[in-house]
């Protein structure tokens, strides 16, 4: 699985809209939205915020292991 698809998958089993996300890891609704769509990757801030809400590791985050 790829890394857009880990985090819609993660964002969408905790409930949480994509301006609800975004508000958690300090970004804009915009960019959750390119996360998801992969036209952009979270830098390794927002991946380690990523990893910390969702209680994955960065592995799982990044290969979806």
């Not at 975004?22 to 915009?30: D, I, L, P, W």
């Not at 390794?44 to 990523?50: R, V």
């Amino acid at each position: 699985m790829e890394t857009k698809d880990v985090i819609y998958e993660l964002r969408t089993g905790k409930g949480l809209s994509q301006e609800e996300l975004a508000e958690k890891v300090y970004v804009s609704r915009q960019t959750v939205s390119n996360w998801e769509t992969g036209k952009n990757y979270p830098d390794i801030h927002s991946l380690l915020l990523l990893g910390s809400l969702f209680n994955v590791s960065l592995d799982q985050l990044i290969k979806g292991d």
